[in-house]
């Protein structure tokens, strides 16, 4: 059983360059979220979805695009990279259409913005 | 604004020796209260939670945590540290979709 599984561990890029973070879980979990952990700020939630095809905004959503076309994948989208992006992040989910269960977190990508 | 806070960035204490780290929380209505432990390079853990009901709760490895309404105040404790709960410790607290963490507070046991 994988869990919640993150992809890539490790990523750099140039200031306006996009990518797509990947996240899975096989343990069919309706809620799926994601945070950054920047040094003394903790975690701030960015994007959530209670389920497939609804999807909504977190604490810190700008410059970020979401999805949730199936039960299993959650994507991270950035669209134009900027150095204030540079932080950590984490992929979540819990069986519950909420947080009022625990969550279970990715391994987390490592992201620099140049 | 809502907030959690965990005022000590960092708590260091002998192997051995019990340990508290502290949490409180400003968030509207009744919120459920959690601890996650983070471990270098991996991913939160969930530790326990509150919801209702006894002022103590246990959870994994040998830790509790004690709610205090009164105080806003959920703070995790532990009888007897070991070298291996060494880690980053977060308190949250919310309902439904969303849940705020606190800035997380490092626990350094020494043996």
């Known amino acids: 059983n994988a869990g919640v599984t993150q992809t890539p561990k490790f990523q750099v890029l140039k200031t306006g360059q996009s990518m797509t973070l990947q996240c899975a879980q096989d343990?069919?979990?309706?809620?799926m979220s994601w945070y950054r952990q920047d040094p003394g700020m903790g975690l701030r939630l960015i994007h959530y979805s209670v389920g497939a095809g609804i999807t909504d905004q977190g604490e810190v959503p700008n410059g970020y695009n979401v999805s949730r076309s199936t039960t299993e994948d959650f994507p991270l989208r950035l669209l134009s990279a900027a150095p204030s992006q540079t932080s950590v992040y984490f992929c979540?989910?819990?069986?519950?259409?909420?947080?009022?269960?625990?969550?279970?977190f990715g391994s987390g990508t490592q992201l620099s913005v140049l | 604004a809502q907030s959690v806070a965990q005022p000590e960035d960092q708590v260091n204490v002998a192997e051995g020796n019990p340990l508290t780290v502290k949490c409180t929380y400003s968030?509207?209505?009744?919120?459920?209260l959690f601890w996650y432990v983070q471990y270098p390079n991996r991913g939160l853990q969930f530790l326990l939670k509150?919801?209702?009901?006894?002022?103590l709760v246990k959870g994994s490895y040998g830790f509790e945590a004690e709610f205090n309404k009164s105080q806003t105040s959920f703070h995790l404790k532990k009888p007897s540290a070991l070298v291996s709960d060494s880690a980053l410790y977060f308190c949250a607290a919310g309902r439904e979709e969303k849940l705020i963490f606190g800035t997380g507070t490092r626990l350094q046991v020494f043996p």
């Open positions: 968030v509207s209505g009744n919120p459920y």
């Open positions: 343990m069919n979990h309706e809620y």
């Open positions: 979540a989910s819990s069986f519950q259409r909420s947080t009022n269960e625990k969550l279970f």
């Open positions: 509150y919801i209702t009901g006894d002022n």
